[in-house]
């Protein structure tokens, strides 16, 4: 019997949340409007994270998953999450949407999942929603690439990680705009979205890399988005650098590519070839299907598209039977 196709890369929002923002993420954080007539958070004026109806309407969404032949879908809060506001407001955003999440969940049992978000800013208040997620039903942990420009490798979140790690949950590493936005220009043509997203990623999971994350935290399933960022067409290079740079051994005695069993990927790229590669890299047992719905460049049918076109016992895997095992499903 085929396993269900579950897609673990899907996002959703509520008005509250989103007026709780709008209330208090500025400075930074401002809503304006963007070519083509939608609204997109802006972070520092460059434009990152454009929220769309289908985000609101968990109908749609159902219907969606019952169009394209999706199972199984497992919801997070997308960027910039709930690392805004002072510590009340940061654990009202995570509450928001836990809580809206874990409802639809009940109401949807066979059909969808969902990530907790935490206020990792303020890590008592991280540790505390944590816990009531998890009685709650949570399937995971979301976290942002960066918190507010904080490595996820900073000691200030290590209780965090350890009591996480002591749950043994999957937790989907998300990126969002990466530190220097307006230095590097990315206002110019959305470049957070295309360019920028994948830096975050990729600059998170090589530092838990190097910084000896996956010695630390045996338990952790750590799920790096959009398949794993540029991993696939780095790890060669984070191998050579360990080789040959001192400060690269600093905190890991085996080279970088050694750790990539302990990561998963999602298959959230545009391309079979860079699936192929994704593939190749963590290998046919570390891919899940995602599908970044309903982002504006999320595409539910077409990455599983892409997965249908892998080979047959790859395909199976990546399809839904490494999320069962990742998730226990």
Same mark, same amino acid.
């Given at each position: 019997?085929?396993?269900?196709?579950?897609?673990?890369? #899907?996002?959703?929002?509520? @008005? =509250?949340?989103?007026?709780?923002?709008?209330?208090?993420?500025?400075?930074?954080?401002?809503?304006?409007?963007? +070519?083509?007539?939608?609204?997109?958070?802006?972070?520092?004026?460059?434009?990152?994270?454009?929220?769309?109806?289908?985000?609101? &309407?968990?109908?749609?969404?159902?219907?969606?998953?019952?169009?394209?032949?999706?199972?199984?879908?497992?919801? #997070?809060l997308t960027c910039p999450n709930c690392y805004w506001g002072g510590p009340d407001v940061s654990l009202q955003a995570a509450l928001i949407m836990n809580d809206d999440m874990a409802t639809a969940t009940t109401a949807h049992p066979d059909r969808l999942r969902w990530f907790a978000s935490l206020p990792w800013q303020y890590p008592e208040l991280a540790l505390n929603e944590l816990a009531r997620a998890h009685r709650a039903g949570a399937s995971g942990?979301?976290?942002?690439?960066?918190?507010?420009?904080?490595?996820?490798?900073?000691?200030?979140?290590? +209780?965090?990680?350890?009591?996480?790690? =002591?749950?043994?949950?999957?937790?989907?590493?998300?990126?969002?705009?990466?530190?220097?936005?307006? @230095?590097?220009?990315?206002? +110019?043509?959305?470049?957070?979205?295309?360019?920028?997203?994948?830096?975050?990623?990729?600059? =998170?999971?090589?530092?838990?890399?190097?910084?000896?994350?996956?010695?630390?935290?045996?338990?952790?399933?750590?799920?790096?988005?959009?398949?794993?960022?540029?991993?696939?067409?780095?790890?060669?290079?984070?191998?050579?650098?360990? &080789?040959?740079?001192? $400060?690269?051994? @600093?905190?890991?005695?085996?080279?970088?590519? @050694?750790?990539?069993?302990?990561?998963?990927?999602? $298959?959230?790229?545009?391309?079979?070839?860079?699936?192929?590669?994704?593939?190749?890299?963590?290998?046919?047992?570390?891919?899940?299907?995602?599908?970044?719905?309903?982002?504006?460049?999320?595409?539910?049918?077409?990455?599983?598209?892409?997965?249908?076109?892998?080979?047959?016992?790859?395909?199976?895997?990546? +399809?839904?039977?490494?999320?069962?095992?990742?998730?226990?499903?």
């Open positions: 019997m085929a396993s269900p196709v579950i897609d673990v890369h #899907s996002h959703c929002l509520t @008005e =509250a949340w989103f007026d709780l923002l709008q209330k208090h993420g500025g400075p930074r954080y401002t809503v304006k409007e963007v +070519r083509g007539g939608l609204r997109a958070i802006h972070l520092d004026g460059a434009p990152f994270m454009t929220p769309v109806p289908a985000m609101f &309407d968990y109908a749609l969404r159902l219907a969606t998953m019952d169009r394209h032949g999706v199972d199984i879908g497992v919801m #997070s942990v979301m976290v942002l690439a960066n918190v507010n420009g904080q490595p996820l490798t900073d000691p200030f979140f290590e +209780r965090i990680w350890s009591a996480i790690d =002591a749950l043994a949950l999957p937790v989907l590493v998300h990126p969002t705009a990466p530190p220097g936005v307006g @230095e590097m220009n990315m206002a +110019r043509f959305q470049l957070t979205a295309s360019i920028g997203f994948t830096f975050d990623t990729s600059l =998170a999971i090589a530092r838990m890399i190097y910084d000896g994350f996956f010695d630390r935290y045996p338990k952790l399933k750590i799920i790096a988005s959009h398949g794993g960022g540029a991993l696939p067409y780095l790890i060669s290079r984070m191998d050579q650098c360990y &080789d040959n740079i001192p $400060a690269c051994r @600093e905190k890991i005695a085996v080279r970088p590519s @050694e750790y990539l069993p302990k990561i998963v990927a999602d $298959a959230v790229v545009f391309s079979p070839d860079v699936l192929e590669l994704c593939v190749k890299t963590f290998g046919a047992g570390n891919v899940l299907y995602g599908s970044d719905y309903p982002h504006t460049i999320g595409d539910m049918p077409g990455c599983l598209a892409r997965v249908n076109g892998l080979p047959a016992g790859t395909r199976d895997k990546v +399809r839904g039977a490494n999320a069962q095992r990742v998730f226990g499903l």
